[in-house]
Every structure is written in C-alpha cells, then in structure tokens.
Nanobody, 125 residues
Framework: QVQLVESGGGLVQAGGSLRLSCAAS????????MGWFRQVPGKEREFVSV????????GYADSVKGRFTISRDNVKNTVYLHMNNLKPEDTAVYYC??????????????????WGQGTQVTVSS
C-alpha cells in the first residue's frame, strides 16, 4: 500500500506563509491524483486543494483560492502546499491524500484512498 508523510506545519502569524510537504512511498505516486484536506478536531474534514497526476491541472477550495498553491514533483514523489497570507481560520491539521482513480480533480474525502498522519498548522491573530 501507499504511505504518505506530511511535514512543514507550525505556528505562524496571520499574513505569514508556510510550505507543507507530503512524501509518498512506492512506485505509484505518478499514477495518483493528490489532494490536501484539513480538519479541526471535532469537525468534518474539508477539501483544500487537488492536483492531477502530471501536475498540469489544479483545483482549490474557494476559501483558499488565490492564497494557496499546490504542486508536485514526480521524481521526488512529493506533493507540496504553499500557503500564503495565512488567516486564523486556516488553523487545522492538514492531511495529504492520494487516489489511483481516473485523472480528475476530486474534492471529496471519500474519493481518496490513502492518507498521511497530518501536520498541524496554527495561525495566530
């Protein structure tokens, strides 16, 4: 199976930036659509961003559009989430996810098969 490990979270002031990384194991990374989701304890997991298998197409939740950028490096088997102009409402545990489905920009958590352990992002006001 595929293993995903997120890193790069931390504490940042509002208006600051962070870059999250997700390292994937196995030989199937380039065959997977990759996504980022976030979750506050006690609340449902919500979609943040998605990138297709080659990195040619991306999608974003309205709440982060224009501030966050998703990218991938299929040689390093890594997907990134560059977060700019962070807001307190961005505070959450951020999860990397993968799916071997047909190449499309999925937005539902139940469309993804593999998940990382999560990395905490805290934005102070």
């Amino acid at each position: 199976q595929v293993q995903l490990v997120e890193s790069g979270g931390g504490l940042v002031q509002a208006g600051g930036s962070l870059r999250l990384s997700c390292a994937a194991s196995g030989r199937t990374f380039s065959s997977s659509v990759m996504g980022w989701f976030r979750q506050v304890p006690g609340k449902e997991r919500e979609f943040v961003s998605v990138i297709d298998k080659s990195g040619s197409s991306t999608g974003y939740a309205d709440s982060v559009k224009g501030r966050f950028t998703i990218s991938r490096d299929n040689v390093k088997n890594t997907v990134y989430l560059h977060m700019n102009n962070l807001k307190p409402e961005d505070t959450a545990v951020y999860y990397c996810a993968a799916t071997p489905r047909l190449n499309a920009l999925y937005t539902r958590s139940d469309e993804f098969n593999y998940w990382g352990q999560g990395t905490q992002v805290t934005v102070s006001s």
